[in-house]
């Protein structure tokens, strides 16, 4: 019998996995329109300027149009994947076809909740959810940089398995 096979069988791997996509967007998202008008403000300065040096400049302020549109659509239909196996989180954007793994959270070094800074402790969020900010379940670890959180989109289901996940890794280490 192979050794790879009978390890293998010794010690399976849970696998759950979750996708979550952004819910409907309100027709009059306030911070979309926002920065639509902002972008087409610079993109007019920018043509002005830019012909006012004998410059192209409807190609270049066509072209950051374009960007900045592209960009925004990506992000705003951007969902996010949460993989669960028995030792790590892994958390992936997907568009469309594309998938591209963002973090691999080890649960044994992993929390849940808010976690409570030390003083003067450098704190990193990271917003991993396609909805922005509500809804969020919260986890956080610590390390040489500082405190860094991680806020997903996680269904009961998945933060009551997180949680067990965190439990057996601790328990197990």
Not at 60 to 82: C, D, E, G, K, P
Not at 93 to 115: D, I, Q, T, Y
Not at 123 to 137: C, D, E, I, L, Q
């Amino acid at each position: 019998m192979d050794d790879k096979f009978s390890r293998e069988e010794q010690e399976p791997q849970r696998v759950f996995c979750e996708l979550h996509s952004p819910k409907g967007r309100r027709e009059g998202d306030p911070a979309l329109f926002a920065l639509t008008l902002l972008t087409l403000f610079a993109a007019i300065l920018l043509k002005i300027k830019l012909d006012s040096f004998g410059l192209p400049g409807s190609v270049v302020s066509t072209a950051l149009l374009l960007l900045v549109f592209f960009r925004v659509f990506q992000i705003r239909t951007a969902s996010f994947r949460y993989t669960l196996t028995d030792k790590t989180l892994l958390i992936e954007r997907v568009n469309g076809a594309k998938c591209r793994p963002l973090f691999e959270l080890s649960l044994h070094e992993l929390n849940m909740g808010e976690p409570a800074p030390f003083s003067g402790e450098k704190v990193r969020r990271f917003y991993v959810t396609p909805n922005g900010k509500s809804a969020a379940t919260a986890l956080w670890t610590r390390d040489s940089k500082g405190t860094a959180v991680y806020y997903i989109e996680a269904s009961e289901d998945l933060a009551r398995r997180i949680a067990e996940g965190i439990f057996r890794a601790g328990t197990a280490g």
